[in-house]
């Protein structure tokens, strides 16, 4: 019968009505379309195996320069590769391997700068892995290298994998510029954390874990004053020019002379030699200044620790230059710290009371003012660090483009 077939319907109606033999023929069957439908239990199988499909396992290639849960720059990372291998079985081709504690769904391999080998003999076993491992996997997620985006070339291409790469730094160099032509996408920061125009770029966030450090151990100290009521500050990043550490040493020198009561510790540590010519100049400063008995430098720390240390602080200073946002604010900010930045980055982002030009007379000033007021929207910090730059949202982002063909 034709859709919308009044007639033709009325008249197979009647034909029905009059042929009993055509009667039993339809009622068989319809006993056994009944009979051949599926059971509830085999009906919720094949609903699951349909989820299952659409929420499949990912399996990623991935490709860094450090695994290494101890270490203080590059630690952050282990708490990525736990986030993916949630949703995602890994295999992990990393320059140089530390201590790392992942679960049994992600395979680590090592370069094995670790043990002293070149770059010729890195980029051999480079080459062996890839060739190895993209057929079993969905697709090459590159976490800020672009150097190993060209080592590997066009083998993904061949293999027909997607490729990512994460990388957030204000430089832009022909490696950068070439691997943006061998990747299907890029993720970043912020807009300002990757200055190559692009087409392949999206702002995804920073990659926070906030539930490590959402929770600040207590409320920020009263106004400094008594014996054992010091305003601690604190920041933490590589010990390089960059950061104007030279700058907050001088604004505790007119603290200091203002008789405010503070303590300012300082992790981290130098990497390139001129950061340790910057680092030396700044032990001399303090030096010459008499300020040993209230700044201290407490040396790098682990990724794994750092939430301790930014919870007993006060106050969060980051003078950098980068002009980036600095993971390190953000991660000050998930602990609901009071935060000082001359960052350009976070003016958009932060109060005008939370942000200090480069002088050390407007620091000093802002510092002991927040000291006595605080921050009126502190509060607020979490909930865009969740909002913006949280673990799970970028998590969720890298395996959606490797789930999505």
């Known amino acids: 019968v034709p859709v919308g077939g009044k007639i033709e319907l009325e008249e197979a109606m009647a034909r029905l009505m009059e042929d009993g033999v055509l009667r039993k023929k339809l009622s068989e069957g319809a006993l ?57 079985d890994l295999f992990v081709v990393a320059n140089q391997v530390g201590e790392y504690k992942l679960p049994g769904n992600v395979k680590v391999f090592s370069l094995e700068k670790e043990k002293g080998h070149g770059k010729i003999v890195k980029f051999l076993k480079y080459r062996w892995l890839l060739l190895s491992l993209l057929q079993k996997t969905d697709g090459v997620f590159y976490h800020m290298c672009p150097e190993y985006v060209l080592g590997a070339g066009l083998c993904p291409k061949i293999f027909r994998k997607k490729t990512l790469l994460w990388y957030t730094h204000k430089s832009v160099n022909w490696k950068l510029k070439l691997a943006e032509k061998l990747v299907d996408k890029i993720f970043t920061a912020s807009k300002e954390s990757f200055r ?146 001359s960052n350009e980055a976070f003016k958009n982002i932060l109060p005008e009371e939370n942000m200090a030009p480069k002088d050390s007379f407007a620091i000093a000033e802002k510092i002991e003012k927040i000291a006595k007021q605080g921050s009126s929207v502190r509060s607020d910090f979490i909930k865009y660090v969740s909002d913006s730059h949280s673990l799970n949202v970028l998590a969720g982002k890298i395996i959606n483009f490797f789930r999505v063909r």
């Open 196 to 341: 190559l125009p692009s087409k392949k770029v999206e702002v995804a966030g920073h990659g926070v874990d906030v539930e490590k450090f959402k929770y600040k151990s207590s409320k920020v100290n009263p106004p400094a004053g008594g014996q054992d009521s010091k305003f601690k500050i604190i920041t933490a990043g590589r010990v390089a020019e960059a950061k104007n550490l030279h700058l907050l040493i001088e604004a505790a020198e007119i603290l200091r002379n203002k008789n405010f009561n503070f303590q300012i510790k300082i992790a981290g540590a130098p990497i390139l030699e001129s950061d340790k010519k910057y680092f030396e100049s700044l032990k001399q400063k303090i030096k010459e200044k008499k300020l040993e008995d209230m700044i201290e430098f407490v040396g790098p720390i682990p990724n794994r620790n750092i939430a301790d240390f930014y919870k007993g602080g006060d106050l969060f200073v980051n003078l950098s230059d980068t002009g980036s946002l600095d993971k390190a604010v953000l991660e000050a900010m998930a602990c609901e710290l009071e935060i000082l930045t």
């Open 32 to 88: 056994l379309a009944i009979k051949n439908l599926p059971s509830k239990e085999e009906t919720m199988a094949l609903y699951k195996q349909s989820w299952e499909k659409a929420d499949k396992r990912v399996k990623l290639l991935v490709v860094t320069q450090k695994v290494d849960i101890d270490d203080a720059n590059l630690g952050s990372f282990h708490g990525w590769l736990e986030k993916l291998a949630e949703k995602s």
